[in-house]
């Protein structure tokens, strides 16, 4: 593993690592922020998944997380959202391929090859955060944005007893009754069962369950009617007795200006839980 930089933050140390995956054949840029602790002490971590177009450097430049993780003693690791470089298939598209992984292992060609950012963000980058940093992996969290919260969602609804909390910003709940389904479609294939199991709400359908579960949405985003859907988790949490908080935000959008305003909120919401 590559340090990239590294820099001080609310007395703790942000860093931006690289190293070769072996899940994607590719190299991976990510960032962890570590509060300062005790020698020899082990901090809960929170995983934060990005929304499309993305890379690590957006939330960590602009999520302004570091004061509520500093306070709250909370590593807080931000992977990228698709394999890079020149080899890895790509489409001129903003919401495909490239930036946008949808957080699943392609079966299909060309991406299978590459894109299979499930196992990377479930196994091998686990793995070596758990092997580098002073992180508590049986305390763990996840949240994510749009994409990252379909990603967030569905790894928390799939892996229940390895994440305490799980939340979300605007996330794309049901991607399988949405034009961003599209990325399934392409990168699963047709096959129905296949597709359920990377779409929250059928996850849930299906018999998945988390205690609860803390989304954030405005209600000015562009992409709420079509593309979100958040009142298909509502139904489908509400019919299965799962503990949503759906907070619809007047006025405010898509963008980290949203995501921003309320990410404290979201790490009290989960150190309480990680400390639980």
């Known amino acids: 593993m590559e340090t990239v930089s590294t820099a001080r933050a609310h007395g703790g140390t942000q ?23 005790a020698p ?21 430049d602009k999520g302004e997380f570091r004061r509520a993780c500093a306070e709250h003693g909370l590593i807080f690791v931000a992977p990228d959202t698709s394999p890079r470089g020149d080899d890895v298939p790509d489409e ?4 495909f391929a490239k930036g946008a992984g949808f957080y699943v292992d392609a079966t299909e060609a060309p991406w299978a090859t590459h894109y299979r950012m499930w196992s990377y963000v479930t196994a091998e980058l686990p793995a070596l955060v758990g092997e580098h940093f002073p ?24 892996h229940p007893e390895r994440f305490r909390a799980v939340s979300a910003f605007a996330p794309i709940v049901a991607p399988t009754q949405v ?20 779409d929250a709400v059928a996850l849930i359908e299906d018999g998945a369950r988390v205690p609860e579960i803390l989304v954030d949405q405005g209600d000015a985003d562009s992409f709420l009617t079509e593309q979100l859907r958040p009142d298909l988790l509502a139904t489908a949490c509400a019919d299965a007795g799962i503990d949503l908080t759906l907070r619809m935000q007047p006025g405010y959008d898509h963008s980290y200006h949203f995501i921003s305003t309320f990410m404290a909120d979201h790490l009290a919401w989960h150190a309480a839980r990680l400390r639980a």
């Open 92 to 95: 001129d598209a903003w919401d």
């Open 15 to 37: 860093g931006v690592y690289r190293h070769r995956s072996t899940a994607t054949g590719t190299d991976m840029t990510f960032s962890v922020y570590v509060p300062d602790h």
């Open 40 to 60: 020899g002490t082990t901090l809960p971590v929170v995983w934060y998944l990005s929304g499309l177009t993305c890379t690590h450097a957006n939330v960590t």
């Open 179 to 198: 034009p961003w389904g599209k990325a399934l479609d392409r990168y699963l294939s047709d096959d129905p069962a296949a597709q359920r199991r990377h």
């Open 135 to 158: 992180a508590a992996m049986a305390r763990q969290s996840i949240m994510g944005h749009s994409m990252g919260g379909h990603g967030a969602l569905t790894v928390a609804l799939r």
